[in-house]
């Protein structure tokens, strides 16, 4: 967390004076947008990490994560699916509802998936009410920029929150023809601006850059009243997300370039089944003390 921070609480209701937006002790209401706009006028920078389930989200909430992401990477780190593509509105409510019933502080945002907001503004708005009124989540995200912003205005005038994701957009993988830097030429640089601009004008109260250079990240978080999330943008965007099993070692196989892995949570498990595994062959577990009698 940078270090003006401390210089410039945000404080939210429920929760003392002096409390920063990240870091609160889960007593209070629910972080807002609301708290997430004046945490950019104050230039407080948080963090944000995906979750797919109640005892992970319930995890990161009581480590003061302010915001938590029900992303569709479910489908890659959960699911078990090769890309996000396939992951289904029925899915994401049912993942998405488990992360709200774990959580007590975050702001819990669900992914739109695949196909469940494209077609329609009318679309958008009958998949985004479902995940506030069976979910129980306070926003969703969707991808895009000017060939969204039909569905950001819908959902926004109907009382959901909007963040809005540009750059990599997993859901394009096969139009991309992979995961691929975006806005490295002039072209779609100023494509990009303008897709940021586009959104924040719909009404979306966030942005997400992912996979982006990050002289141009900054050039849009500078240009912006709303916070930019970065994963992939370098470090002058203002908040930065990861994908939880990315950040906790639990992929397997290549991780791009921007993750950093802060614990081997996959070795450590291992280590753990292995152990058991051993004093079960062994004969040491179960011992007389895990014994009914």
Not at 189 to 201: C, F, R, S
Not at 263 to 280: E, H, I
């Amino acid at each position: 967390m940078s270090s003006n921070t401390s210089a410039h609480p945000i404080a939210a209701a429920g929760e003392g004076p002096g409390l920063t937006l990240y870091g609160g002790d889960g007593t209070g209401r629910r972080v807002t947008v609301r708290d997430l706009a004046r945490a950019k006028q104050a230039g407080e920078r948080w963090p944000m990490l995906t979750a797919y389930d109640a005892m992970i989200a319930s995890v990161f909430d009581d480590a003061g994560i302010p915001v938590l992401l029900v992303g569709d990477s479910a489908g890659n780190n959960h699911l078990g699916y090769e890309n996000t593509v396939p992951v289904t509105m029925d899915q994401l409510v049912m993942l998405a509802g488990a992360v709200v019933r774990g959580t007590r502080r975050a702001l819990i945002v669900a992914d739109l998936p695949f196909g469940a907001y494209q077609e329609s503004p009318e679309q958008a708005l009958r998949n985004g009410t479902r995940f506030l009124k069976e979910a129980g989540v306070g926003a969703v995200k969707l991808e895009g920029g000017q060939r969204s912003a039909h569905q950001v205005e819908a959902l926004v005038a109907a009382g959901v929150p909007v963040m809005a994701h540009l750059g990599l957009t997993p859901q394009s993988v096969h139009t991309f023809g992979g995961y691929r830097v975006q806005g490295r030429d002039e072209e779609s640089a100023e494509q990009l601006i303008a897709d940021a601009k586009t959104m924040q004008a719909a009404g979306a109260f966030a942005v997400v850059l992912e996979c982006v250079p990050e002289e141009l990240a900054a050039r849009v978080t500078d240009l912006l009243e709303i916070p930019t999330i970065g994963i992939g943008a370098g470090a002058r965007c203002d908040a930065q997300v990861l994908v939880w099993t990315d950040m906790a070692g639990m992929t397997t196989g290549h991780t791009p370039k921007f993750v950093k892995q802060y614990v081997d949570l996959r070795g450590a498990l291992g280590d753990a089944a292995k152990a058991f595994a051993g004093d079960v062959v062994g004969g040491a577990y179960p011992g007389p003390e895990h014994a009914f009698h």
